[in-house]
């Protein structure tokens, strides 16, 4: 555990301010952490100002807070990172400019991480895919493949583990074997939704589960709003899969919007209410339209990036591909439905053989069989291009 | 049949030179269309430059090209339309300013008319709703939708007679009981598909089949081209349902854009073939996204007028409705579920008699019964709004 001065005082801080006060933020603009924490413990005022009556009564006893919460952070493996962490990821400072939103603003104090991934390194290109907990079967489709395709390419994925779009998304990441960033409204030691135990737990495997709150922390309605920021704060953007009208999911990207990183959002048919939020946000210009890991890509603007530098984009299941699989793969172009047959004829191999390579590309889920022929899925499409 | 010289120049004109081609129009900034056509006849230069070849070829046997469209038009009940009449839509004369797009351009000389509609004042307030031929069944459901929606409101709503989204958007139309106009890539009086005689015999009965091809003449690829541009010219926006990559309903969508007027797309699953290019021109921004019939009035800015006018929008199911079958309906909002008990407590009436208002505006199809309860139907909320 850290002991630094900074990082310690911005821990006891935590403790006593509820994370994304807006005051803490004023006070921080004036004073360092530790004078600022100083002040609080002797009671008095910062740049003219009298700490809150709470922080002051949390004070008193913030010798127990202190030994209570790093107890309970040892017991899950649970680690503190700050500003003066060399991977603290600088983006999160963007937080401290912007006006309060359901009353919280602000870099968070520190964060409470599980697992070993390094936080800087994994957000350094990352996007947030969050949406509705009641997705519809097709959003939760979209959501695993988005999460799948920007993750293959060597973004990670950060959500909100809640049900829905967000485990989708996780899920989608961790079925291509990437690491992914699930940010809790409570404490990272408090599973939640209870029922994705399992899920958090692959997830700080490989990559991190993170929260601003002290570990044994309840999620709290506020507490979702405020944490909803960090997702925002820590990717470059914001994918919208599914939110009915007025849906949380839609406060992330507001965060993103007032941060001016990129939102999106995945359009869905207009009979489901699961998108009636999202095509509002398309309309008032909130966001804009993604349809596929490609364009998320694109418009974070890592495409480029991904192109010029192959070691962030590892081998992928085209590369591994036999020459004249890939070359029956690259006959079908995206979005066009083809026989084996004509396949054959494009590329001069008998209709029989590029039929056992389609069967193949089938199982490993780079085609789709048709009721005429056979199809590309996005995913092909994507790794082709990548 | 007119015979008044400029209506019949403009015919004959319309017979010597393929409608839409971009060097009528540029003769025509020059002269008369009495003196174009004499110009041609006599093979003389027209500001310097020779008629084309192929004008002045058909040009030697026009008596008999005009009598054999003159019988085929009256054993049809066509009717000639052109700039000089009274019921002409004067917004066609912005095609005149227009860039040729796949080799034509212009306002058309005239329009061959097939039904009784006034043509200006059908299409005053009017939107065309255009999509691909190979719909989905979602598309096909939105579309008939929008085609119900609109024309309840009082706009007309104008598209190609095509199978797929421009058939449903046409019986959208006339399941409401309101006047629609086909207009078609062959003569007015040449059933095209086929399949669709039926249809455009009922388009036409209160509405208009509509073509600037002479009687007789069979659709050919170019000329559908060149008849999108009257869809969108005619109209005051333009709405693509569905369309694959590169589908040419895009095309209506380009001359919708390049006349200025409003472009519209409706979203879908980004997992359907059938929206991807609907999807690419909202990404491109070459149309904004709607919804539902609401937001296409309101994008072209009638929603006021339909507003300020109720004579426009005549009374409708929900104004018919009981007061308390009325009052059952205002209790559900759009996209609540609500059992009748919850709407019985609401408005104080037994839950019983919610029952049975709800099931009978079920059967008009306001309400829909879900697993849970009841929810709105679009058309209800827009009707109830309008």
Known sequence: MRTDNEGLARLKLSLLAEPGDPRLVRFLADAEPAEVLDAVVRG????????????????????????????????????????????????LADLDHLDPLNG????PMGLWLRGRGNLARLVESSVAIVGA??????????????GADVSDA??????GAAYGIDACAHRGAL?????????????????????????????????????????????????????????AGLTQGTVVVEAARRSGSLNTLNWADQLGRVTMGVPGPVTSHASVGVHEAL?????????????????????GVVDA???RAPESAYDQLPSQARRVLDALPWGVIRSAAEIGVEIGVPASDVDDHLVVLERIRLVN??????????????????
């Open 44 to 91: 008095r005022a910062i740049g003219g100002v009298a700490p809150p009556q709470s922080w002051l009564e949390r004070a008193e006893r913030l010798d127990a807070l202190v030994a209570t919460t790093l107890v309970k952070a040892k017991a899950a493996g649970l680690r503190w990172l700050c500003r003066t962490d060399h991977d603290w990821p600088p983006q």
């Open 104 to 107: 919280s603003t602000g870099a």
């Open 133 to 146: 907990r009641d997705a519809t079967t097709y959003g939760a489709e979209v959501a695993a493949d988005l």
């Open 154 to 159: 060597g973004m990670t994925v950060v959500s």
């Open 175 to 231: 079925a291509m074997g990437k690491p992914t960033i699930a940010v809790l409204a409570g404490g990272a030691d408090v599973d939640y939704p209870r029922a994705h135990t399992a899920l958090l737990a692959r997830i700080a495997a490989d990559g991190l589960v993170v929260s601003e709150q002290a570990p044994g922390q309840i999620p709290m309605k506020a507490r979702f709003l405020s944490r909803n920021r960090l997702i």
């Open 283 to 303: 309309r008032s210009g909130k966001a804009i339209v993604v349809t596929n890991g490609r364009e998320v890509m694109e418009a974070v603007g890592v495409l």
């Open 309 to 311: 530098t192959p070691d």
């Open 369 to 386: 069989r048709e009721m005429c022929g056979w199809s590309l899925q996005r995913r092909a499409d994507l790794l082709r291009g990548a």
